[in-house]
């Protein structure tokens, strides 16, 4: 059994960066003579309707060399999209306890885990279980600190947010058996947790979306089932061929660059021997053949977002199969905008409409 990577801890240099970048980034948010003379460098998109506010972060990124995963260790890797993040975000008004948990993974090591309960909530209550994004080689309970907070916030529910093995110390299929695992210790342990099994979906963003469109297709024939599946923006095709890969890949945050690194890690490289195939449904989502009896769908979709088709296509293939799927699209939006929420006002707003509208179908 091969030990877990480290959690996430910021340097001393990172901690220093992110005392200091905060009020910076904001400050230059709240000039309108800076945003109108950094915004030049985006015209075109503006004109094509990327949002303002993404439009000026995507330039102050470019400047620091931040928005780019590539071509670093993971670990460096990991310490700079905390440190954006921590950044960027900021914690929501709302009461919220926050209890810090242990549960089983897959492999007999123990994950990480952290529920959070609105005040005044009932119990039981509908809740998620979350999966972080990040490519399967970044992110953690920290990263997505704030945005569990804000969906149990709008939804009113109860999330337990997971920590499922990172590649590559853990490369594929280890997310896949650990996310698993986590949805079934959740059922399991329904009554201690405070959630009602009935009501008990299955949440993430990004490749956390991967992991809970897999989950879904997985406990099919379990006696508790996801209710809801809250998919945003999704990685549900690791063939990465949709239009939106090419028209999309380069200058949003996600690139097809990090989209390679983030794959060559977890699933390994198509020349490495015993690499996972790109078309694998437990890498794949989208390439299961029958999704007839996976659980209803909220697909999240970002139109500035390399993933926006797959993603599209996932509900797609869900309605045709006779699973009920809802998509909310977020066209002035990229990848990865429930993690901008404190520095953009677009992205704040469509990422408590679709908490709020998961929480109405996990209680309908």
Same mark, same amino acid.
């Given at each position: 059994?091969? !030990?877990?990577?480290?959690?996430?801890?910021?340097?001393?240099?990172?901690?220093?960066?992110?005392?200091?970048?905060?009020?910076?980034?904001?400050?230059?948010?709240?000039?309108?003579?800076?945003?109108?003379?950094?915004?030049?460098?985006?015209?075109?998109?503006?004109?094509?309707g990327l949002d303002p506010d993404i439009a000026l972060l995507l330039v102050l990124g470019e400047r620091t060399g931040d928005a780019e995963v590539a071509g670093r260790s993971p670990d460096a890797a990991r310490r700079s999209i905390l440190a954006s993040v921590s950044i960027i975000e900021d914690t929501p008004s709302g009461s919220v306890r926050v209890r810090e948990r242990e549960l089983p993974d897959a492999n007999g090591g123990v994950?990480?885990?952290?529920?959070?309960?609105?005040?005044?909530?009932?119990?039981p209550s509908p809740g998620f279980v979350f999966i972080h994004g990040g490519g399967w080689v970044v992110g953690d309970l920290d990263t997505h600190d704030t945005l569990c907070r804000r969906l149990a916030l709008e939804a009113q529910v109860r999330v337990?947010?997971?920590?499922?093995?990172?590649?590559?110390?853990?490369?594929?299929?280890?997310?896949?058996?650990? *996310?698993?695992?986590?949805?079934?210790?959740? !059922?399991?342990?329904?009554?201690a947790l405070?959630?009602?099994?009935?009501r008990l979906g299955v949440a993430g963003d990004s490749a956390g979306g991967n992991l809970s469109a897999v989950v879904g297709q997985l406990t099919r024939g379990d006696?508790?089932?996801?209710?809801?599946?809250?998919?945003?923006?999704?990685?549900?095709?690791?063939?990465?061929?949709?239009? *939106?890969?090419?028209?999309?890949g380069e200058g949003y945050f996600l690139t097809r660059e990090s989209i390679a690194w983030y794959l060559d890690r977890y699933a390994g490289t198509t020349s490495q021997p015993g690499h996972a195939s790109r078309t694998d449904p437990l890498l794949s989502p989208l390439h299961t053949k029958d999704l007839a009896g996976a659980p209803p769908?909220?697909?999240?979709?970002a139109g500035f977002d390399p993933l926006r088709d797959e993603g599209e296509a996932y509900a797609e293939k869900l309605i045709a199969a006779g699973v009920t799927a809802e998509v909310l699209r977020s066209p002035?939006?990229?990848?990865?905008?429930?993690?901008?929420t404190g520095v953009c006002g677009r992205a704040l707003r469509d990422t408590e409409h679709f908490a709020r509208r998961a929480g109405e179908l996990l209680r309908a």
């Open positions: 059994m091969s !030990a877990r990577a480290a959690p996430t801890r910021l340097s001393r240099v990172d901690r220093v960066k992110v005392r200091y970048a905060g009020p910076i980034v904001r400050h230059v948010f709240r000039s309108p003579w800076l945003r109108e003379r950094l915004l030049r460098a985006r015209e075109a998109d503006l004109a094509r994950m990480r885990a952290r529920l959070y309960e609105p005040a005044g909530l009932a119990s337990l947010s997971v920590e499922p093995r990172l590649a590559p110390e853990h490369p594929f299929p280890a997310a896949v058996h650990d *996310s698993l695992a986590a949805f079934r210790y959740a !059922a399991r342990e329904a009554a405070g959630f009602d099994p009935g006696v508790v089932r996801p209710k809801l599946s809250l998919l945003i923006y999704p990685a549900v095709d690791a063939t990465c061929s949709f239009a *939106s890969h090419r028209e999309l769908a909220l697909v999240v979709v002035s939006l990229p990848h990865g905008f429930a993690l901008m």
